[in-house]
């Protein structure tokens, strides 16, 4: 079911209560007037990596090094409260994704398909770590593979807000 809510949290169409995760949401438009699509997820690898204090790291594979960037991690916050939005507030200024610990990820982007693809990299990034971990440990790429990766973007028309593999 989608609802249709204003900035102030009234429905406007739609049937039933909005999660209590909308707020994230509307920070989300609050502070990037260039967004125009917000996705929160629970997706279960990614957020293992932040319930084992393991760091995800986006930048061992090219996909993700173009599309994710080196993702930040928002520190735990009480699900439903307006801790959580505050939570990530300066980290989605600085990156389209931001996993949020012990909980989710939230992925914005200029559509709901944008989003989503981030979502599901960001996943697939958690996923083939572990695999690799399971198989003596990631070999990461080395700065200067990094950053020709990361001069891809333009190439790839990527226009994504991203944090550098250089920032915390
Ligand atoms: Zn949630």
Redesign the pocket.
């Known amino acids: 079911m989608l609802l249709v809510m204003n900035m102030e949290g009234d429905v406007l169409e739609g049937e039933g209560r909005p ?1 209590t ?1 909308y707020k ?1 949401h509307r920070e989300v438009y609050r502070r990037r007037s260039d967004i125009t699509a917000v996705i ?3 997706p279960p690898k990614a957020v293992a990596f932040t319930i084992a204090g393991r760091r995800l790291d986006t930048g061992l594979l090219p996909e993700c090094v173009v599309t994710l960037g080196n993702v930040p991690v928002a520190p735990y916050a009480l ?1 439903g409260t307006e801790a ?1 939005p505050r939570s990530m507030t300066e980290l989605i200024c600085l990156s389209d994704v931001v996993l ?1 610990a012990r ?2 990820s939230v992925t914005a982007g200029t559509s709901l398909g944008e989003a989503f693809k981030k979502l599901e990299k960001l996943e697939q990034c958690a996923q083939i770590q572990l695999y690799a971990e399971a198989l003596g440990g990631p070999k990461p790429f080395s700065s200067r593979e990094i950053a020709d990766l990361e001069g891809l973007r333009g190439h790839y028309g990527v226009n994504s807000r991203t944090m550098s593999f250089g920032e915390a």
Do not use: F
Request: overall charge negative; charged content about 10%.
């Open positions: 999660s995760e994230l929160h997820a629970h699900p959580l949020l909980h989710g």
